[in-house]
């Protein structure tokens, strides 16, 4: 982080940035490239987990029936992924899955929110490691649910076998088998993670751009101060890329949950 | 510095393939992340939202009840007011009645005593007067027989002829006095 600041300071930034720019050294031990436990990655990992866990246990430690500000609040996030999100995708069924859809979005949400956050200004989603996680999540979620449901058996012939003329089954079972249990993991994860990665990358570029040819040419001076202004407006873009990614992974997670407890394919 | 590092060949990280140091530490931590929120607040959340909605219904449900319950007041004091009206003006007859009963009463009582007192003061004014002239007529023939006697200079002996005399006198007396 402070290194990152000298280097901007010195004008020597590297430009294009690349890939290695994701992979900060590792705060203990300090600057080491080979050692991942505890990065600046990481570190927010647990940042977010501990803000989010003394956030609601100190909102809804002492709950009242009139809320407080604060536990308005709190109860309103909660409110929001349990109505708008679990009860509408899923039914009623859907408010006992509330509360974990609400740990993934609140923490989505907030490891995203670190890309535009100042001092932290990179995702860890960002990291393919964590998306991965939470589509594994998902993924071992929906098809428990559904092999609970209905069976083993009746559960996958719901879910390969659509209502479909005989002579076409043979092309549309491995389609479903591919769509439904193969590539959906691979999509949550990925799409969160690019989005993070694009957004971030795209910031380095015009962040670096503008000290690249701050360096380069005194008289690009104008262009620079365009291009950090580019910045500022990507910022708003990546803010509402972070609210979106949030919903769109918890709305799609409700959504596979909500076909693995359909009747019907 | 950190860019001098990675400058030198080909890019050290390939983005796609996760680091099972990160996936470990991720999972650790969004475990407990589950475990605490999943545990500790969400449920109880629930539970206010439906102690909330308790709240709401059952304030309905009483408002209803006491309303329900003041309007059945309010009809039975409004019956027992009429109750008490009616039985109020029965009472205030009764008693006018038996006030004109006992001022009949009264009034025939009295004038029974005062008949039997006028009848009473007759009889004995009759009887004293029958006693008087009794006395009188015996008295008044001695008298008469011993004026006449002294008069005439000697007796009436015939007892017979004194007893018709005084009598015949006597009744001519009376018609003259009830004329």
């Given amino acids: 982080m402070f290194g990152q600041a000298n280097v901007l300071a010195a004008g020597q930034a590297a430009f294009p940035p690349t890939v290695d720019d994701f992979y900060l050294p590792s705060i203990l031990p300090w600057n080491d490239h080979d050692s991942i436990w505890f990065t600046k990655i990481t570190a927010m990992v647990w940042i977010a987990v501990g803000v989010l866990i003394i956030f609601f246990l100190a909102t809804y430690r002492n709950p009242q029936l009139v809320p407080t500000k604060k536990q308005w609040f709190a109860e309103s996030i909660y409110g929001f992924v349990r109505n708008n999100i679990a009860v509408d995708m899923i039914g009623h069924a859907g408010v006992r899955f509330a509360p974990y859809f609400t740990t993934l979005f609140c923490f989505v949400l907030l490891t995203n929110a670190f890309a535009i956050i100042p001092f932290f200004q990179i995702s860890p989603n960002s990291h393919i490691a964590f998306p991965a996680i939470l589509a594994i999540i998902s993924y071992v979620l929906f098809n428990y649910i559904g092999i609970k449901k209905h069976g083993f058996v009746k559960y996958f012939k719901n879910s390969l076998i659509p209502p479909a003329p005989w002579y076409i089954l043979p092309l549309l079972i491995p389609i479903e088998l591919f769509s439904t249990f193969i590539v959906r993991p691979f999509s949550l994860a990925v799409r969160l993670f690019a989005n993070m990665f694009a957004g971030h990358m795209l910031l380095l570029v015009f962040t670096l751009g503008g000290f690249a040819m701050l360096s380069a040419n005194a008289w690009l001076a104008p262009v620079s101060v365009l291009s950090w202004v580019m910045t500022i407006a990507l910022t708003f873009l990546e803010f509402l890329v972070i609210c979106l990614q949030a919903y769109v992974f918890t709305v799609l997670t409700a959504s596979y949950v909500q076909g693995a407890l359909a009747d019907e394919h | ?179």
């Fill in chain 2, 1 to 179: 510095m950190l860019f001098l590092a990675a400058e030198g060949g080909e890019s050290t990280h390939n983005p796609i393939i996760p680091l099972w140091q990160e996936i470990v530490v991720g999972s650790v931590a969004f475990a407990v992340l589950c475990f605490v929120l999943m545990k500790f607040v969400f449920p109880r959340m629930e539970q206010t939202f439906q102690a909330r909605v308790d709240a709401i219904e059952g304030g309905i449900k009483r408002a209803e009840a006491a309303q329900a319950e003041a309007n059945q007041l309010l009809e039975q004091y409004r019956a027992q007011l009429a109750e008490a009206r009616t039985d109020a003006a029965k009472i205030r007859d009764d008693a006018r009645a038996d006030a004109e009963g006992i001022r009949q009463d009264i009034l025939a009582k009295a004038r029974e005593e005062s008949d039997r007192v006028i009848q009473a003061g007759k009889d004995q004014l009759a009887a004293e007067r029958a006693t008087i002239v009794r006395e009188l007529r015996a008295e008044v023939g001695t008298i008469a027989v011993d004026l006449a006697s002294k008069i005439v200079g000697e007796s009436l002996a015939d007892e017979a002829r004194r007893k018709g005399t005084v009598d015949r006198f006597l009744s001519g007396l009376e018609s003259t006095g009830a004329r």
